[in-house]
């Protein structure tokens, strides 16, 4: 049987220590870390990092994964569903939720993030310590919106896209899938081409 307060957190780097703080502050109260390149005896904030799920019982923990990079990430979740296991959903007790608003499975809303009234956030996205998410603003599934982000009303922000930190999207566009948006820049056109996008306003870097 699953108990409710064991979590077992996938990654243990900057973001799983995020993912941590998150969940302590929600009431779990026994933590693991599970990544390949744990060292023996290693441990995060107190609690141990193991190499492997099968060194738990998988049955008895609720799971996430606090990868940074959104192509593993998905992948970690769609194992998670393959092998049925259940799937946090994180968000921060100070984070602000607006009414009609649906956020997916397995995505993580950091400390004080606000997600305004009719939005939609997929599956298995990060909605970052302080990021903003206007009203009627829909992010697809496995995209990264940074810290301090903010996404203006009425904006559509495809899958695996990555927000950098700091950055502004104007109200009424599009970013297609597998689009990265750099550090500060300001996207005040629609994007339809994968590619890295810094600057302001934000240009095609590669």
């Not at 141990?48 to 990868?67: L, N, R, Y």
């Not at 599956?123 to 810290?147: K, Y």
């Amino acid at each position: 049987m699953v108990d409710s307060k064991k979590l077992a957190i996938l990654g243990c780097g900057g973001h799983a220590r995020s993912v941590a703080d998150v969940a302590l502050s929600l009431g779990f109260s026994t933590l693991c870390f599970i990544d390949d390149n744990a060292k023996p005896g290693e441990s995060i904030l107190g609690y141990p990092v193991f190499p492997s799920w099968d060194v738990i019982s998988p049955d008895e923990w609720i799971f996430f994964s606090a990868v940074g990079d959104n192509h593993k990430r998905k992948i970690q979740l769609e194992i998670l569903g393959e092998m049925g296991w259940q799937v946090a959903t994180l968000i921060s007790a100070t984070a602000t939720i607006g009414i009609n608003s649906i956020i997916g499975k397995g995505t993580f809303v950091g400390h004080h993030g606000h997600i305004g009234p009719s939005v939609k956030i997929g599956e298995g996205c990060i909605i970052n310590t302080g990021a903003i998410i206007e009203h009627d603003v829909c992010v697809d599934e496995f995209t990264h919106v940074s810290v301090n982000s903010t996404v203006a009303g009425s904006v559509n922000i495809g899958k695996l896209c990555f927000i950098g930190a700091g950055a502004t999207i104007i109200n009424n566009i599009t970013v297609r899938d597998e689009i990265t948006v750099g550090a500060g820049a300001c996207v005040v056109n629609t994007i339809d081409q994968p590619g890295i996008y810094v600057g302001v306003p934000a240009k095609k870097y590669k």
